[in-house]
């Protein structure tokens, strides 16, 4: 078994990648050497340069915010340049800012041969003294712990549906909680474009529509015996709005994406 890898990862406030905090990191082909599945990660930024930024940072000053573990690689489809990007699992924010130095010392091993350019990486292997130093610094902040699953909810949730104008009654339904994370994962993986019918809504409706897509479950959530861990390489797909409302249409019956493929096959040929 190899060693666990630790690293720092750096997030820019602005950045030629739509990166998701806690999600999605995408990466130079170069880092791929430090970022393996299972490296824990910490997150930092460096010196505020733009202050209409400042309210998604915890501090001006360079800092590290939060912690993680790196998930799975892909290739960015988007990149010219043979760029990657990995899912982040496991994200903990810190509740307070630590400063990439305190006094003249900074937290990081700085190597002499680097003293001039270590902060221009992106990506910086660290030792694992240096993780749980930093580890140790943000306990006391009880980082607020987060996992990428799907929690249904145990208790019915009230709700007032009007049946006909001026008529309401109060309904009862059981609502199932869905992760941010995986579905920002999901359309990382697999795209917008419907995965049954080619629909895109960026295509067909141009701006307006970029980065819409529903993310369908290939195991509905509503047979989970209880809250577990979703691959959204595997078990998530994205449908236009028609698609996943037709897979859904009748209550005893989820259809499977090759079932849905096969009706739409049916009327094309």
């Known amino acids: 078994m190899k060693d666990t890898l630790f690293v720092v990862i750096v997030e820019n406030d602005e950045s030629e990648w739509k990166d998701k905090t806690g999600s999605i990191y995408h990466y130079p082909k170069r880092y791929q050497k430090y970022l393996p599945e299972g ?8 010196k505020l340069r733009n202050k209409k930024y400042r309210s998604t940072r915890l501090s001006d000053e360079p800092h590290y915010f939060g ?8 290739p960015d489809k988007n990149s010219e340049k043979a760029d990657l990007f990995a899912l982040i699992e496991n994200f903990s924010p810190f509740k307070e800012p630590i ?19 270590y902060w221009r990486d992106g990506v910086r292997p660290i030792s694992k003294q240096v993780y749980e130093n930093l580890i140790s610094i943000a306990s006391a ?25 001026g008529d309401s009654k109060l309904v009862f339904t059981t609502r199932y909680e869905r992760s941010k994370v995986l579905r920002d994962q999901a359309i990382a993986i697999h ?19 970029a980065g819409y897509i529903q993310i369908h479950h290939v195991n509905p959530i509503s047979e989970f015996d209880s809250a577990r861990l979703v691959n959204p390489e595997l078990e998530l797909v994205p449908l236009c709005a028609n698609c996943h409302a037709v897979v859904h249409r009748r209550k005893d019956k989820t259809l499977s994406i090759n079932e849905l493929k096969s009706l739409i096959n049916k009327k094309t040929d």
């Not at 490296?39 to 460096?46: I, P």
């Not at 795209?191 to 529509?209: R, W």
Request: hydrophobic letters at 25%; aromatic letters at 12%.
């Open 39 to 46: 490296t824990q990660a910490v997150y930092y930024k460096g």
């Open 67 to 74: 912690i993680a573990t790196i998930g799975k690689s892909f």
């Open 99 to 117: 400063l990439s130095k305190t006094g003249n010392k900074y937290i990081e091993e700085i190597p002499p041969t680097r003293a001039t350019n």
């Open 141 to 165: 902040g009880e980082p607020i712990k987060h996992k990428n699953v799907l929690q249904p909810f145990n208790d019915r949730e009230a709700r007032l549906t009007s049946k006909k104008e």
């Open 191 to 209: 795209g917008t474009t419907c995965i049954a019918c080619g629909f895109n809504f960026e295509n067909f409706y141009s701006d307006y529509g």
